[in-house]
């Protein structure tokens, strides 16, 4: 089996051990992506900026494996508040705007997130 392990050097650390994805043949697994400031490490504030800047890290790991969003089969959406929920839809849909149809998707409240996020996703995506 053909496997590689994806360090994206436009997103932020790991916040433990463990890789930004994986690439096994033709998919990529990611890791949950927090709303993390790459630069700092620092969370954004607030949940719409933190599924803004998950999702764009999110991008840099696809970006990284050679992925684009497209690519994207399923994607894990974990909240720390199911309230948010129709605040992140939205920013989620914009995320996969101009595609014709959207990846498969759960989406989960839970009871902590690391660091105290509010937003984490994890993908899956397909060459």
């Keep these: 089996m053909n496997k590689k392990a994806i360090i994206a050097k ?9 890789s930004h994805a994986y690439l096994v043949g033709d998919t990529l697994y990611t890791s949950g992506q927090l709303g993390l400031i790459p630069e700092t490490g620092e969370l954004a504030e ?6 803004k800047r998950g999702l ?10 050679g992925f684009s969003r497209s690519d994207i089969v399923k994607t894990t959406v974990f909240l720390a508040n199911m309230a ?10 914009e995320f996969f705007e101009g595609q014709a149809e959207y990846p498969a998707r759960s989406c989960m409240q839970v009871a902590a997130l ?8 994890e993908a899956i995506a397909v060459k």
């Design 114 to 121: 690391p660091k105290a996020a509010l937003f984490e996703i």
């Design 84 to 93: 948010d929920f129709g605040v992140v839809n939205d920013i989620y849909a």
């Design 10 to 18: 436009k997103a932020p650390a790991a916040v433990g051990p463990y």
């Design 46 to 51: 607030g949940v719409a900026e933190q599924a």
């Design 56 to 65: 764009d890290n999110l991008n840099a790991v696809l970006e990284e494996a």
